[in-house]
């Protein structure tokens, strides 16, 4: 037979029946319906991330094999981006004139800078961001037009280097919240205000926001890949600086996750060696650009290669030697916590995955609301777990208003 020419759900049935195992024996062990299963196979539906993992782990290959050309469906994020935050995106939120055109820079890099350390540390990191978010995008973006025909050009390089930071944090802030369309769109702004500002340093960043923004959608792994090389061979010949070498090494980091995604577990471990390792080594531990790159996140990365490669077993077995208390990002711990969560449950060790949630819970509560993963997680442990742990998993479930 043909593999690489089936498409998702005959690739799925063929691995079934060469188990000799029955739709419903399978479905069961999933936590999905006969019925479900029988559509997938027959091409009618398409699995959702959570489903497609476990049905590898229960036809005991890995997700890899049980894909074709097509891209891995990822969970979709609501929109929970704050109206008043994207009208404030839009030029539609009420800002104060800049005046004179030298006072709107004061400020604004200390204003930026706590921001993003909010945007890192804060267990209500939406709330307290989207508290601020509207007012300094006002002032950011008037004190860019104040400064455009500036007759200083080391205060307009200021200002145009703040905008890129703070377009960056935007980034993530509107990927987080489901809005990509907000995402792309700032992270295009990042990039001409580095561009502006002529700083190989934030150019890179601004092209690093890009391969994160690429990443997140399905079908442009390849271009995120891509944009993350030429950034970091362009960064390269620009600069050879300690922080140059850290924001080259989070560049790779886009790259190897873009070939996780698209099935290359081989590649991403190649690249994370060869790559990736010498850099972290050499610059150590850090958060230059608000990047944390250094060898906790290339562990990290580590583990999410083989998660993705549905090897549970190995993706823990690493994550047992992960460190992650001195991180300076509770979005990465987050990010983490969740995959390990993930890889408890491909092993349907479902005490481990309800202790996993409930960690999340009280690192990032606003995080796990957010978290498609995270609530598919809930709600089939609400579904399947046993009466020991259906309390406290059922009891989560609601705090997140999913019963």
């Known amino acids: ?39 997938i196979e027959r091409g009618l539906k398409t699995p959702s991330y959570h489903v497609l993992l476990r049905l590898a782990a229960e036809l005991e290959v890995s997700v890899a094999v049980l894909l074709d050309e097509s891209a891995v469906p990822q969970p979709q994020t609501p929109d929970t981006a704050a109206d008043h935050v ?4 839009l030029g539609q939120y009420p800002t104060t004139p800049s005046g004179s055109g030298t006072a709107p820079g004061i400020g604004l890099r200390t204003r930026v800078d706590d921001l993003w350390r909010t945007w890192q540390t804060s267990p209500t990191r939406f709330t307290a961001t989207e508290a601020v978010l509207p007012a300094l995008i006002g002032d ?45 769109m700032v992270a295009d702004r990042a990039l001409r205000a580095a561009e502006d500002a002529d700083d190989p340093l934030r150019i890179a960043t601004a ?36 922080e140059a070498l850290a924001v080259q090494g989070a ?34 531990e850090g958060n230059v650009q608000w990047t944390v790159f250094g060898p906790t996140n290339l562990e990290l990365h580590a583990v999410s290669v083989e998660m993705l490669a549905g090897d549970a077993t190995e993706a823990l077995r690493l994550a047992d030697q992960v460190d992650t208390t001195q991180l300076p990002s509770r979005e990465r711990q987050f990010t983490f916590i969740l995959e390990v969560a993930r890889c408890y449950d491909l092993r349907r060790e479902d005490a481990a995955v309800l202790v996993h949630l409930l960690e999340l819970e009280e690192l990032a509560p606003e995080d796990l ?24 998993a059922t009891a989560l479930a609601e705090r997140l208003s999913l019963l």
Do not use: F
């Not at 890129?164 to 987080?176: E, N, Q, V, W």
């Not at 690429?214 to 079908?219: E, K, N, P, V, Y």
């Not at 994370?272 to 050499?282: H, K, S, T």
């Open 207 to 242: 092209q690093w926001n890009l391969g994160h923004v690429l990443l997140s959608t399905a079908g442009d792994e390849h271009a995120a890949a891509d944009v993350a090389r030429s950034a970091a061979e362009d960064l390269h010949r620009a600069l050879s600086t300690p």
């Open 369 to 392: 609301e957010r978290s498609p993963l995270a609530r598919e997680l809930v709600l089939s442990l609400v579904e399947r777990s046993r009466p020991t742990y259906r309390r406290k």
């Open 86 to 89: 994207v009208r404030a995106l």
């Open 140 to 184: 950011v973006e008037d004190a860019v037009r104040a400064h455009r025909r500036s007759t200083d050009p080391a205060a307009r390089r200021e200002i145009l280097r703040t905008a890129a930071d703070l377009y960056g944090l935007l980034r993530s802030y509107c990927r987080r919240a489901g809005r990509l369309d907000l995402s792309l």
């Open 251 to 284: 560049l790779e980091l886009v790259a190897v996750v873009a070939q996780a995604r698209t099935r290359r577990a081989w590649a991403a471990r190649e690249h994370l060696e060869a790559r990736v390792r010498p850099l972290a080594e050499q610059v150590g």
């Open 1 to 39: 037979m043909d593999l690489p020419a089936l498409p998702l759900g005959p690739r799925i049935r063929h691995h079934r029946e060469r188990r000799g195992r029955t739709q419903a024996v399978v479905a069961g062990l999933c936590g999905i319906t006969e019925d479900y299963l029988s559509q």
